[in-house]
């Protein structure tokens, strides 16, 4: 079935890649990748990709430009071992935040990662919850985008919370679809955080949209966990309109700058987030879940291999 695929990993994140691997039943293929003195990434394909297929995992997560870095190079010696198609598997998208110009003089960072990605060598690019979904259009390339949302409702569903005990919430308007989505599939009533800048670099949170939510139990769904200054104001906001639990949903979990600490002084029972890069700290959150992405990436991997239905995964 696999005779001509070659899954390729970084060292963005090899436990993934070795995770999926194992759902193909496939071994991943051996890469020398190590760094001169002066901080230039070094690599070698340990195997022949002459007309393969190759799948190349790496999440370009924090530190990004290296990991980014990386996939370039990884893309590049494959494309000049002939391979015949290349795909980059980037569960995590770096500089996704950058898709727009905001204000004048600024770039889109977001369409010259998408440029430099297509310009390495990558034939498809295979990602998972964008930023935002329109910067599937910054590539000129085919782009799979999978959504983690079944994987977290399925989770929290087995959970059997009562329905008139649940309240979905949205930590600000932007993410109202997004939560919306969620409603759907799990239940409850939904609520929105009202969340007003103060100054470039705070924000602050203060009423409730709907609910209700007194003594009820409080699901907060986000794309991304970054600085959790956002999420974690609006789980301080839900918890003084008197939510009884809290539990926090997310694709990525960043986690940078002072996210570990706020977490930690938060009112929240359980922190549920996925693989889709290395959790840096995880040790310190007692209440954090990592689910494995893996399956849905590898069978999506499965499925581009095979010429089948990607978008099939979420009918």
Request: proline share 5%.
């Amino acid at each position: 079935m696999y005779d001509h695929l070659t899954l390729l990993s970084g060292r963005a994140h090899p436990q993934l890649a070795g995770e999926i691997a194992d759902y193909l039943g496939i071994r991943l293929a051996s890469v020398e990748l190590s760094n001169f003195p002066d901080g230039e990434i070094s690599l070698k394909l340990n195997q022949n990709v002459r007309g393969r297929d190759v799948f190349i995992v790496q999440p370009t997560s924090p530190p990004v430009n290296d990991n980014l870095m990386e996939l370039l190079i990884l893309m590049d010696a494959c494309r000049r071992a002939s391979a015949e198609r290349i795909t980059a598997v980037i569960p995590y998208f770096g500089y996704a935040r950058q898709d727009r110009k905001d204000s004048g003089r600024v770039p889109i960072t977001s369409k010259l990662v998408a440029n430099l990605i297509n310009e390495a060598g990558a034939d498809r690019v295979l990602a998972m919850d964008l930023h935002a979904a329109q910067i599937q259009g910054f590539f000129d390339t085919p782009v799979d985008h999978l959504y983690a949302a079944p994987i977290l409702d399925r989770y929290f569903r087995s959970l059997n919370i009562p329905d008139k005990e649940l309240v979905v919430v949205s930590p600000d308007e932007g993410s109202i679809k997004r939560t919306l989505q969620h409603n759907n599939h799990i239940g409850g009533t939904l609520a929105i955080v009202d969340k007003r800048r103060k100054n470039a670099l705070e924000t602050q949170q203060a009423n409730i949209i709907g609910g209700p939510i007194e003594g009820k139990i409080a699901l907060i769904f986000d794309d991304m966990i970054s600085t959790a200054g956002s999420i974690v104001g609006a789980a301080n906001v839900v918890k003084e309109h008197g939510a009884k639990e809290i539990y926090l949903g997310a694709s990525h979990a960043v986690f940078c700058g002072s996210a570990i600490k706020r977490l930690s002084a938060a009112p929240i029972k359980e922190i549920v987030v996925t693989n889709s890069l290395p959790i840096p700290d995880q040790e310190k959150l007692s209440n954090l879940r990592s689910i494995s992405i893996a399956p849905l990436l590898g069978e999506a991997i499965r499925r581009i291999h095979r010429n089948e239905s990607v978008s099939h995964l979420f009918d």
